[in-house]
């Protein structure tokens, strides 16, 4: 790392010489930025601005932000509680459901079965070519199923949850995975007689955590704004308590609307700074690990996938 | 082997059967028996309108948000990559583009609703009433906004690490034979950005095109995109007078995604290339 960081900066103490500079002048950037900035900044105002309205006296007030926070959820704002309950259970169990299935296969085809790597890409990016509406089409009847076996709790919608959040926690485990050497550590821990479950556990878990902590984070963020699957399996969920409610009264809504955006910020500048997160630029700046045989073959569709798992979710 | 069982017993019964339900239910009738009437039914005036629809608002959509998160996008190089402006707009585009769903539609009623922040401004000060015509905000052209709204945040995530991998060195190759600006963008940058600014149009194309919280939460009635016409297939069980629509509908949905989809990583292999 140290080797291209010099690199880096001499290009740029080099460039300055050159006189031909790709980027744009420092005015023209903070323009571009706060033009930009300001008019998507709007709608979130309005928003404010929406909920601080005084109803049919005109000015504003304070008491709808008082009634949030002073415990006012109750009766007809029932559903809000519900749904934020429910969404953030959701959000557990998808979390495990991802650490219990997803977690140790990559590590299984990393360490063991290197020829199923772009098996196993293809499969957990496949969910962003299949839009939500159209997997719900087909998830209605085996969802018949599931609720036969496992009673027609609102947790079982996390199985759903982690076929649509695969791509964003395959991305963000996969690069912590590839910058890790994880195959001689485990033929390392071999030797000295561990057991798989000594090098799922006490080696290769502890070395991509930040990989893992990133994709959980991205998971929460992706279930708490989903909407689309529990709406039509008719299962209350954050978003279609929000809709219900947005009916009797969007101030409330929308009041609630704004926190869960706050939240879901932080929740970002958070992996942001676990990194791994959005922007491969870490990944790209990192030691390149392994860089002979394991992640040759991979090296076009790695590129190809980067871009692919930041993919939205606005399904 | 028997390590991968479970996540394959699981994503063959959460993503693949679901699927092949989805895709294969259109070739049923209610009785189960095999027919095509479902997907002839796709050639129905307003199905192909409802496609239509959807394919000329993402289309535009998708071109309007790629080109200003390109110019965003431009605006941010040589920005320090640990400063705090890359820092925020890295949260804000991940929170926008994965997050809106119900909470753009509120947004958008908020700004842009017949008593909007917005609305009002106009109509007050300037008498300017932007509902003229009719309220269009909870019709087709009232999507228009509010995808554009999480298509930007989309192509500044996905196209930022194309600029990036400028190197600084083809620069300097420019100036060492004498090039300006100008030659650079023409010969070096912009043939090198043009692949990953295909393909992440052709991404926001597919995302707008698969989006459907915000249209649920929006529009009030009808349903005039392929997703809107999916739930009403699902809900009320025959739509047109045929069973199982929402299946030749998802079909017909999966057939696009997965043109564009392939196209799309087509480009990517393209553009590996030269992003490294």
């Known amino acids: 790392m140290s080797a291209r960081d010099t690199a880096g900066t001499e290009a740029v103490s080099r460039r300055d010489v050159s006189g031909v500079h ?25 928003m404010l601005e929406f909920t601080l309205r005084g109803g049919l006296a005109g000015g504003y007030t304070l008491d709808r932000w008082a009634a949030v926070f002073g415990g006012g959820l109750t009766g007809e704002y029932k559903p809000i509680v519900t749904g934020l309950t429910n969404s953030l259970l959701l959000a557990v169990v998808t979390v495990a459901v ?12 990393r360490i063991r ?62 690069a912590n995975l590839q910058a890790v050497d994880v195959v001689t550590l485990s033929e390392a821990a071999r030797s000295l007689g561990a057991g798989w479950a000594t090098i799922l556990f006490r080696i290769v878990v502890p070395n991509i955590r930040r990989g893992l902590l990133a994709a959980a984070f991205i998971a929460v963020a992706v279930v708490l704004g989903e909407y689309t699957i ?53 990944r790209r700046t990192a030691p390149p690990a392994a860089p002979a045989a394991p992640t040759t073959p991979l090296a076009p569709a790695t590129g190809a996938a980067e871009p692919t798992t930041q993919e939205a979710a606005l399904r | 082997m028997l390590g991968l069982v479970p996540f394959t017993a699981y994503v063959l019964l959460f993503l693949a059967l679901p699927t092949v339900i989805a895709v294969g239910t259109g070739f049923f009738d209610g009785d189960g028996a095999f027919t095509l009437d479902n997907i002839t039914a796709l050639g129905d005036p307003v199905l ?58 509120f947004a958008f009623v908020a700004t842009i609703g017949i008593q909007g922040m917005i609305t009002v ?41 194309a600029l990036e991998s400028l190197k600084p060195q083809w620069a300097e190759a420019t100036a060492m034979l004498g090039g300006g600006i100008g030659s650079y963008w023409r010969h070096i940058g912009l043939p090198v950005l043009l692949p990953s600014f295909l393909g992440s149009l052709l991404l926001l194309f597919a995302n707008a095109f698969s989006s459907f919280a915000t249209a649920a939460a929006l529009t009030s009635q009808g349903s005039q995109i392929v997703p809107l016409q999916i739930r009403s297939a699902l809900t009320s069980e025959t739509v047109l007078g045929h069973e199982n629509l929402a299946g030749s509908l998802a079909l017909g949905m999966i057939v696009v995604m997965v043109v564009v ?7 990517m292999r393209r553009t590996a290339r030269w992003v490294r």
Do not use: H
């Not at chain 1, 991802?98 to 085809?109: G, N």
């Not at chain 1, 939500?132 to 949850?161: C, D, E, K, N, Q």
């Open chain 1, 22 to 46: 790709p980027g744009p002048s420092t005015a023209t950037r903070w323009v571009i930025v706060a033009v930009i900035g300001l008019l998507f900044l709007v709608p979130i105002a309005s």
């Open chain 2, 121 to 161: 401004l106009l109509r007050d000060n300037l008498g300017v009433d932007i509902f003229a015509n009719g309220v269009w905000l909870y019709d087709v052209p009232g999507l228009i906004l509010p995808y554009i709204y999480f298509q930007v945040p989309l192509m500044i995530i996905t196209f930022s690490p």
């Open chain 1, 230 to 282: 529990a709406a039509l399996l008719n299962r209350v969920n954050l978003q279609t308590a929000l809709v219900v409610v947005s009916k009797a009264d969007p101030y409330i809504a929308v009041i609630i609307a704004l926190l869960a955006l706050v939240f879901a910020f932080v929740l970002l500048v958070a992996i942001g700074r676990i990194g791994g997160g959005p922007g491969s630029r870490r």
């Open chain 2, 48 to 105: 192909l309108a409802t496609f239509g629809n959807s394919l000329w608002l993402s289309a535009l959509t998708a071109v309007i948000g790629a080109l200003v998160g390109a110019l965003f996008c431009y605006a941010l190089i040589g920005a320090k990559p640990t400063g705090i402006l890359r820092s925020v707009v890295d949260a804000a585009s991940g929170v926008l583009a994965q997050f809106g769903g119900v909470m753009l539609a």
């Open chain 1, 113 to 174: 079965f290197p020829k199923l790597q772009r098996v196993l890409e293809f499969v957990c990016l496949l969910p962003i070519t299949i839009p939500a509406i159209v997997l719900v089409v087909g998830l209605a009847p085996v969802y018949s199923v599931v609720a036969r076996m496992f009673g027609s709790g609102v947790w079982t919608l996390a199985f759903a949850y982690g076929v649509i959040v695969l791509p964003y926690a395959y991305r963000s485990i996969q």
């Open chain 2, 261 to 267: 989809m392939t196209l799309y990583s087509l480009l």
């Open chain 1, 98 to 109: 991802m650490l219990v299935l997803l977690v140790p296969t990559m590590v299984l085809v």
